[in-house]
């Protein structure tokens, strides 16, 4: 079995210690990974790597194990006993967790970690990660890594003109003269090296012209941004029912309140703005209107790891009468998100195996913001994502 | 313009007043006919009969004039002032509104009317329907007509033998020894003729071999069943999520209120039974599964033309956690239902045009148990129906 | 029967029109006044002045007459034709609506008006209004009035020094170096000519030590503030089952949507201060613990005159188990409103007969933000309104 | 310190292995017993027994050991490793807990049990259980005891005339004439022997005249019945808003779905009907007349120990207007039962203390049903516990 090496921006966070005490889990029949697309029956003739194939490594700026997150992080999401049983098992990853970068990653990061990997410059920032990258690809004997963003969610960053080609911002670069935010270095240092990078949050990312040039280049594959795992996931379904019945939306507001570090970070209306622009555009393209819509996120300690969402949809009907629906999503962020996280590390690896590069378009379904196609619908979204695995897609 | 006859069976009720208001306001430019399907600009192609070339009459087992009965639903529907402006116009449907049938009715509908067509025989009842039929079609210079069943939910019947065969069932209703319901009666009074049926409920109608035959034979189409306009219509859509994503569904439990005439009808535990039947088949053919699933349904007199449904739906995610949703929909039934009315007899129409005949498998959109399909998710449904209407079907 | 002059700041907004018409709805028997306090049986004993008796005037700065106001506000609460009926009355009322003050009430009010009282000082305006309140006395004949402040939230106001007595504001008024916002300057208006002066927003009004005494003085009543209408006051009973029962509450997160002129005005954050904090302190006070809150407010226009809001409690039990109560509410706000302003009046009426002075405590019940008092508990509010109205209160 | 003995009929189900484990743990400080109303500071004066003097024993039909009982409820509760840190104080009173009586206690109990006490007639029920008592006063070294019933729901007893008196009664139970329910024999043998008898169920219990007269005689106290955990709660809190404000309830609808053993007897229509009973005569008390209501309680496996409830009400405003509020409540039925029947045992045996005897009225505020008192409302009732236990009552 080739194993397939991950490595997680955030690597001690929530979502990645679910992700990686799940994989470790899955791996050893303790509990099973539910809730995988990738495991669909439909998917089985795509040949994804397994589950049991994937190594975790990664970045991080707090230093409280791996074991110890794991153990709090699972007992607010209702998994007991699990942290306790793969102690060594997380052990052995926490070995392979190093300093992070906090450069550009807004005011609730910059200042806080335990555990910084320090860098005067942009380039030399690059440079740390890529080697940190390299290190651990030779330590393991592993080919192409897929890198995952996991890290807290940026201020949003202020294009700037060097941003247009890869020419111009690796000039920057090198001139010491570029301000790029955390999850654009570790963009920057993945796809030089032709490993994939993954956007699993709303921050830059590779999200620009210059970096998406880099891919295609060094024949890197990356996909983003910002996983569709609550809220969001239902609006890109339940849309579809007032667009193909014709029933126009008069507005659609939206409330999520939540308890985690994710919820902690975007109370601090810097971070938010990043969130709210990438949860707020998909009902004008679903519907092909634009209806007033709010999205509120709010900050609620004692909720821990979940997160309720409130949505009210006002709708028109026959000669013009209102109606209403109304839906609660009460979920638990990491235990959705860490799925889509294996399953987009496995389609990741699956293109990287075709020799694919540039954007993965096809993985859109996963995300709140996709890169590189306009289609904002779960089921399309999902039946191009099958057509690209099974390799049927019409182009 | 070429006219279409459209015949309401239950032409008096709810759903029959508000499709019949909407209509001639939609005509006149009053009120805009909001939420039909085939309004869409997708469906511009297909080259649907105008909604103003429809033409009604009906039958009816209660005597209130149309114009009333639509001033007291339209205000319950919060459409106010409308009857009023549409007085003679009612008036003048009205004329067309024939004394209906009770026979196999049901508990709550046997013996309850005022305007009864008496008949002796299920022969004699589909000689009195089909005289009628034809006597509407030759006072308005029409062609075949399209008839739709917007009467009370009968009760469950039994199948009979003679069901299986059009030669069987046709002997049995000469000889007298047939037992029909009153939704079948009207079907093989339509289709004899070679008119359209379509069965907006869940009573038995033209859902047996016997019907399906004749469709053949006369070169009729037909077309059921159980408008799909709330509750279910919700399912359909929402169900893809847990479906695409892979997260198994442990149970689905819906409740639904309402306090209109319908619902009346439904709190008897012998008409219900078919409706809980109707609605409640679905998920497994979405899920491919059968998790627990309830459907409540009680008549709450306050309600009036509303209808509320809550649905908590319990999902099992990664390592198995346990989450939930929860919905209410908070609808008008008539003003759901009498957009679809409008886009039945469009489609209806448009088969007849093309010289089709036998079950419309791809109206499946608008039904909670469509004929001649298992599909059930809306939008698949509702791209078999763009096929269709547009020629570009696979098949 | 004795006429009880009422006079409304804000006399052509929501609240107003619906209250003015449904006064006189009630006094012409057209519609019944449903949701009266004062109504209750176990008022009668009172001896409240009927619903009948009262006589409105006010101030206003819109122009829009107040028959065309109260059938948009009453159309959009619901209520259809009424308007039309009561076409005649509420002109004669609308002859006694004046121009309004603007002075310090905020950017969403202060140069967007088109009937203003123009003053160069607080001492002018309180002049121009007081003569207001004198002619309208006059004309009608009536004792003393009953001043009920409905206009649009102001932003809070900055307390000053010379707030602390009433030599010292009177002087400062005189001397033109006073800085009252519009709310403050109509309370020193009636209260300075012994009439009642009813708070219904949360804006400052009366709510400074210099007024209660200017009340005490001129032997004039005075109640606030902050009509409690909705999401308060379902928390104001809620609340009791988490107190008697000891069930600690860990979080109390309340959102509400509303699309009328209230909440127009509230989408300024300016104006939203003041709301925000009159309605969330009311918790820790029936509690005895401040759990986490909070409230947010937006504007959804497509709701009209509805105010939609959802509370999510997240509640402590036994083990230190952790549960949950969520509720919605969707309520029409002035149809909440309009009978507690007559209700308020009736009270203030009658605290005007008995010759009582200074703040009424025991209108408690009616407000998010009672004077006089720090009950906050709707059943004990609702006991000492009744005790005190009745003259049992053991005081 | 004077410790209480407390029998629980029913001493394995749910509610019994929370309550003795909650016990257990709050005595040895592991975990707080959070939700005990007679824990308010407002009650410290009244001098009730500590939590830590309880001993438990109890009567029960299933043969699985009280800590894997227990075990399995608590994590269903969310409570984790707390059965395992008790085992072997479990076990101990495990020892105490006795085979239980079937005779009359439904189909989905009868010829169910594990371990049943098999007694030919009533009379030797009463005896056989009574001497089960007297052998756990003696082992203990104990005072009078305090015998809760927590067993499954029974289906309503017809009312007989032997019933009328204790006489009677007990001519008919020595004739062997008697057809006494499971919860009634329990009471008599608690009642008979002076000990307290606190029903927490909707069974009959001590609800006939001839127990109120044998617990008179007898010197003994009792209460019930049905504790007061959720849906009802809230309505006993919710419907003062719409009683005090004058807003007339044109409906209410409740919607309860529950997973654990007491749903699955619930599930049987014969169990169901003494549920709904006691579940749906409170609003009409508290509102002064009788809406529209149902109360629908349905199984759904997989909830487990939660219970949801939706309910939806329908109210009616000023001019006729109609608006509505929904509230759901997610609880977890034993968390919030065992407090209260930790709470229950206290002010009985207070009452015990102080000599009382026959129906504790007072105690009203734990039930849906209460005996001795019409008073409904939690706030009053409240206040009447607090009155007694404090001796501070008007009369």
């Not at 999902?382 to 695995?389: K, P, Q, R």
Request: with cysteine; glycine share 12%; hydrophobic share 45%.
């Amino acid at each position: 079995m080739n194993r397939i090496g991950v490595w997680l921006i955030g690597g001690r966070g929530s979502i990645a210690s679910v992700t990686i005490a799940g994989q470790l889990a899955a791996a050893r029949g303790l509990l099973p990974a539910v809730g995988l697309v990738s495991d669909r029956a439909d998917f089985a003739a795509a040949g994804l790597p397994p589950v049991e194939s994937l190594v975790f490594g990664g970045h991080e700026i707090r230093a409280t194990p791996l074991r110890a997150v794991a153990r709090e992080i699972l007992v607010g999401c209702g998994i007991h006993g699990l942290a306790e049983q793969l102690g060594e098992a997380l052990d052995a990853v926490d070995a392979d967790i190093r300093p992070g970068v906090t450069r550009g990653a807004g005011p609730q990061v910059e200042g806080h970690g335990d555990t910084i990997l320090r860098a005067d410059s942009d380039r030399d920032a690059i440079a740390a990660i890529r080697a940190d990258l390299d290190a651990f690809r030779v330590k393991h004997g592993l080919g192409r890594l897929v890198i995952v963003n996991l890290a807290s969610t940026e201020p949003p960053a202020e294009p700037r003109p060097e941003w247009a080609t890869w020419e111009a911002l690796s000039a920057a670069i090198e001139a010491g003269a570029s301000q790029l935010p955390a999850s654009t270095l570790y963009a920057c240092a993945a796809l030089s090296g032709g490993d994939a990078y993954v956007n699993f949050t709303p921050s830059l990312g590779s999200r620009l012209p210059a970096l998406a040039e880099l891919a295609e280049r060094a024949g890197a594959v990356h996909a983003g941004s910002d996983g569709k795992t609550g809220e969001t996931l239902v609006k890109s379904v339940l849309s579809e029912l007032f667009a193909r019945r014709n029933l126009p939306v008069l507005s659609w507001f939206g409330q999520n309140i939540l308890g985690n570090e994710d919820g902690r970070v975007l109370d601090d209306p810097h971070h938010k703005a990043s969130k709210i622009r990438s949860k707020d555009h998909l009902l004008p393209k679903i519907l092909g209107y634009a209806p007033q819509t709010r999205v509120g996120i709010d900050y609620v300690a004692s909720l821990g790891e979940w997160k309720i969402a409130w949505d009210h949809i006002h709708f028109e009907g026959f000669l013009g009468g209102r109606m209403t629906m109304q839906f609660t999503w009460n979920g638990v962020d990491s235990l959705l998100a860490a799925p889509l996280v294996l399953d987009l590390v496995r389609f990741a690896a699956l293109a990287q195996r075709r020799g694919e590069r540039g954007v993965l378009s096809a993985l859109g379904a996963f995300f709140k913001d996709p890169m590189g196609t306009d289609e904002q619908r779960l089921v399309a979204q999902d039946e191009a994502l099958l057509a690209w695995a099974l390799g049927t897609s019409a182009e």
